[in-house]
């Protein structure tokens, strides 16, 4: 990635910028979709917060992606304007089918790839139009962000939610941001509007005591510590830690002890690089009074996660708009889906000698015992957590109803460098076998017929190995 392609990107931004302007007249009424995770929601609350100061007519709802029969009923409602976030690419023959045959306007703001139309009616905004990866360089939250910037300097306050997005997305890599990213969290400390320090990266180190916030500590899961409150509570009193302090009131030297008592408690996971820098490393903390909820940004990112995956998206919207209540509330949900994750990281660690060997990736089988929404983020967490491998990419199987089968997949950055692209062969993989998926290079779901699950491990090997 150069110079380049991050101009492309700011033209193309100017481009949405000034289509989404000219409809701020405060009587075009406006439709907006969006994902239902982190990136979407803050997308969606960035979008927001800009129709809202334009006093523009507009109603928002947090989808899956949606299929083209929805999009045809979508278009018989009575709006003259949709946006479609962090969503709309892989939709585009359906958005042109239905909604600019029928003259409305469209604008999508999306980093997922897809095929690229040119109509008057519609104005998109994607990095992979531009020679940005979407998966790294920028996601929806970072892409609405740059375009509402671009429409008004004062929504520059907002910068700590697209990054929030972005962490969301898992596009805080090991050694930090690139591209787009890259920019904005320079430009965000810059300005004064984030901090960045560096410290335990655990959910909760501003809001949950120590204990609690060692407990519940699902990214990483620390072996040992993590769902055991007598080791949690045994290990901050070795250590003298008052129960009330959050590991932010702790000052520096102490939160470095913590850390070498967490590094000497999991053994050998210690070296493990994953582990190492998602336990320990840098934060992100919000400066401006311009948001409400947690100060910290990975903190906030699985706070608004949360609430998508428990199927509250409003709640965590809501928080994202400044509602101190639905903040309160968003938390709760974040806390409640810390102990749901628990548990299903807690049976996969069960489990993990009963990991099968396929040459090109390994896979587990969950049967029933989990949640089909917590199975790819659990492999997610589980990589970050130094529990699996990743000398190759790691397929979840989950039954989802009688004869259906759900399929995660997980990679790393690294084996993507080396041309593996577990998106690919699931596409290619379902395609061949019949059933849905998708996906990018590191992460991919796919549904197929219970009967077909060893067809679907031995195509996806087949594919997989030829790389
Ligand atoms: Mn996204």
């Known amino acids: 990635m150069s110079r380049a392609e991050l101009r492309r990107f700011r033209h193309a931004t100017e ?27 803050a997308s969606a609350a960035i979008l927001a917060k800009c129709l809202y100061r334009y006093n523009v007519p507009f109603t928002v709802r947090f989808t899956l992606p949606l299929a083209p ?13 949709f946006i479609f976030l962090d969503q709309g690419s892989s939709q585009m023959d359906a958005i042109h089918k239905f909604i600019l045959a029928k003259h409305r306007d469209v604008l999508v703001i999306d980093h997922h790839p897809g095929p690229f139309v040119e109509h008057p009616n519609l104005a998109c905004l994607n990095p992979h139009m531009c020679g940005l990866n979407g998966g790294r360089d920028v996601s929806a939250s970072g892409s609405t962000y740059s375009v509402v910037e671009h429409v008004d300097l004062r929504f520059r306050g907002l910068a700590g939610l697209a990054i929030a997005g972005a962490i969301g997305d898992r596009q805080e890599f090991l050694d930090g941001f690139t591209g787009v990213n890259e920019n904005l ?41 993590s769902g055991s409150l007598r080791a949690c509570r045994s290990l901050v009193d070795t250590l003298g830690i008052s129960h009330e302090s959050t590991l932010c009131d702790l000052g520096e030297e102490v939160e470095r002890r913590l ?19 998602t336990l320990w490393g840098k934060l992100y903390s919000l400066t401006t009074d311009e948001l409400v909820g947690p100060r910290d940004l990975r903190e906030y990112a699985m706070m608004l996660d949360a609430c998508g995956n428990l199927r509250k998206p ?15 509330e968003a938390l709760a949900v974040m806390s409640s889906y810390q102990e749901q994750m628990l548990n299903v990281l807690g049976e996969l660690v069960k489990k993990l000698g009963s990991f099968k060997l396929f040459p090109s990736f390994r896979y587990f089988n969950f049967g029933s ?32 109803d009688k004869d259906k089968i759900k399929i995660s997949a997980r990679s790393t950055p690294a084996l993507a460098a080396q041309g ?37 491990l031995n195509i996806f090997e087949r594919v997989l190995g030829r790389k």
């Not at 509007?193 to 899961?221: A, D, H, K, M, N």
């Open 15 to 41: 481009e949405a910028a000034s289509f989404l302007r000219s409809r701020l007249d405060g009587k075009t009424r406006i439709k907006v979709l969006s994902h239902l995770d982190a990136d979407g929601i």
């Open 69 to 81: 029969n929805e999009i045809a009923e979508l278009a018989k409602e009575d709006h003259d304007m």
């Open 185 to 225: 969290v320079r430009r965000a400390i810059d300005l004064g509007l984030v901090y960045q320090s560096e410290g335990l990266r655990l959910i909760g180190r501003t809001i949950y005591p120590v204990v609690e916030c060692l407990r519940l500590s699902i990214r990483p899961y620390i072996l040992g510590l």
């Open 259 to 277: 850390a070498e008592a967490i590094f000497a408690r999991v053994g050998s996971i210690a070296t493990n690089e994953q582990f190492s820098r």
């Open 314 to 328: 409003e709640v965590g919207f809501a928080a994202a708009m400044g509602d101190e209540d639905a903040a309160t």
């Open 369 to 400: 015992s989990v949640g089909p929404g917590f199975v790819g983020e659990a492999l997610s967490l589980a990589i970050e957590s130094g529990l699996i491998p990743t000398d190759r990419p790691v397929l979840g199987l989950v039954r989802t």
């Open 420 to 456: 593996v692209d577990v998106g690919q062969a699931m596409a290619k993989t379902v395609a061949e076998i019949g059933g849905h998926g998708s996906g990018h290079d590191v992460a991919a779901a796919g549904r197929i017929p219970m009967q077909k699950i060893d067809e679907f």
